[in-house]
């Protein structure tokens, strides 16, 4: 079955354009994770699992935490066969994130990379709750998404990004250009009920890093 997916296609077309560029992302989302020691750790909308891959196997083989657990959530049964080929050993869980199939207080971060942008204010709304809920005491919320420009240089970033969301077209750039309108990241972390704890913003494409606790 993992060998199965290695080679689907989405999946590999989407990390030969995007795993280059995305890298220093995901090693500041790691990072966070590992100050705080935020285990165990759900990764939504994981999409190809790269956020993922290889980031528990070097922990588990240097001996430091042989119980870490991490798992990856997408609603795609392609990129979750993908993901898990890709990354062996590692679990990857095929589901809604408006409807997490974990219990309460299950995980001590919860991390989320351009998976709220492109969503309905609804399901937004949803994977908050949801992340709350999965969320243990103390547990933190991650996130990587767009903001309204700030700066000249994200607001030459905000115009490349707005051309390539243009190009997905449809419901993704209307939902886009929703949560744009809303205030990005920082406003909906706040309306959802999210205190930021820490933030490093990117002028170069407008985006946001932040680490949040529920209120």
């Not at 997490?100 to 492109?118: E, I």
């Not at 969503?119 to 709750?129: G, H, I, V």
């Not at 996130?143 to 970033?157: I, R």
């Not at 190009?167 to 920082?186: I, P, S």
Request: charged letters at 25%; a positive charge; glycine letters at 12%.
């Amino acid at each position: 079955m993992r060998r199965k997916g290695f080679w689907y296609v989405p999946g590999r077309l989407y990390d030969l354009a995007f795993a280059g560029i995305s890298k220093g992302l995901r090693r500041r989302v790691a990072a966070a994770v590992e100050r705080e020691w935020l285990y165990p750790w759900l990764d939504v909308c994981c999409g190809t699992g790269s956020q993922l891959r290889g980031h528990v196997p070097a922990s588990r083989e240097a001996g430091r935490v042989p119980d870490l657990v991490v798992c990856g959530l997408d609603k795609s049964a392609g990129l979750v066969r993908y993901a898990a080929a890709r990354a062996p050993g590692l679990p990857f869980v095929c589901g809604d994130a408006g409807r997490l199939p974990f219990k309460d207080g299950a995980f001590r971060a919860v991390s989320v990379s351009f998976g709220l942008h492109d969503k309905s204010p609804d399901l937004r709304r949803a994977m908050m709750a949801e992340a709350r809920r999965v969320l243990a005491p103390g547990g933190r919320f991650i996130a990587v998404d767009f903001e309204n420009p700030w700066s000249f240089k994200s607001k030459v970033g905000a115009l490349a990004v707005r051309a390539v969301e243009r190009l997905a077209g449809g419901e993704h750039y209307r939902n886009g250009r929703d949560f744009l309108k809303r205030g990005g990241l920082r406003a909906f972390l706040r309306e959802s009920g999210f205190v930021e704890t820490a933030r490093h913003d990117i002028e170069i494409s407008s985006i946001s890093i932040v680490v949040a606790s529920p209120r």
